[in-house]
């Protein structure tokens, strides 16, 4: 979605287990943020008071920057590109495939290419006791079809839970694309890493968020998710958390301190 220069990656994911999270608050194991916004390295504070339900995060970067390595909330890398996979292989605890690979303004990959690579540098990993995502597809109608093809040309492979992304209006569209998505793919829980109401309404998009965090906590087969994003305001989006002081929005107060 925005953002457009942090897409087009290889992204691994990892749970780190080095940091803390203050024992005044009870932390949601399913809420983390998308930290979009390296020019503001402050506001990640806001993000684990004693209030705080976050329970991960992560920034599409492979390590953290010290300001979100020192904020007490457990991160998750992502390889950005395929450049240096193999020593990065090494330390993964939890992975996801290759992002947005149907879409030609992403990663755009082939099905059975990536099939091929994951064969060789992702599928490995399993005999370690690491826990490998599938590729995280778009909610056009063509993110099913590769990610069909992909699980086809990739028979024999280890997939622990499926990664998607979904941008629209309405949050019955939003439950039928996990309904639909839970139908094609049962055997595989989500992690729903990007997720936002593209609506020009901010009533729609608050009421919009209320709903389908609840919805999503519900559900025994959504593992994950991330709201997008923990930024502060953009031009012509109303999904940020955050105000243009840093501090936590209507929103943010809603999805941070739920």
Avoid at 24 to 52: E, Y
Wanted: charged share 15%; with cysteine.
């Amino acid at each position: 979605m925005a953002h457009s220069t942090l897409f087009a990656r290889l992204l691994l994911l990892l749970l780190s287990t080095t940091t803390s999270l203050p024992a005044s608050a009870s932390k949601n194991p399913k809420r983390g943020i998308a930290f979009a916004d390296p020019s503001n390295p402050v506001d990640i504070k806001k993000a684990n008071t004693s209030s705080s339900v976050i329970s991960w995060q992560y920034n599409w970067a492979s390590s953290p920057p010290d300001y979100l390595a020192k904020s007490g909330i457990p991160y998750i890398p992502m390889q950005w590109g395929t450049s240096g996979i193999e020593d990065f292989a090494n330390n993964v605890k939890k992975q996801g495939g290759f992002n947005e690979p149907d879409l030609s303004s992403q990663s755009n990959i082939n099905a059975n290419y990536a099939a091929k690579l994951w064969k060789q540098y992702i599928h490995p990993l399993a005999a370690s006791g690491i826990r490998l995502g599938a590729p995280a597809v778009t909610s056009g109608p063509g993110g099913r079809v590769w990610l069909t093809a992909f699980l086809n040309a990739c028979s024999g492979c280890k997939i622990d839970f499926i990664p998607l992304h979904w941008y629209g209006t309405g949050t019955t569209n939003f439950y039928n694309y996990l309904s639909q998505m839970h139908t094609d793919f049962p055997n595989y829980p989500l992690w729903v890493t990007e997720y936002a109401s593209t609506s020009s309404n901010p009533s729609e998009v608050k009421d919009f968020l209320t709903a389908t965090t609840k919805y999503m906590d519900s559900l025994n087969y959504v593992e994950r998710y991330s709201w997008f994003a923990y930024e502060r305001p953009q031009s012509g989006s109303y999904w940020n958390l955050l105000d243009s002081q840093g501090n936590l929005g209507d929103l943010g107060q809603l999805y941070v301190n739920a």
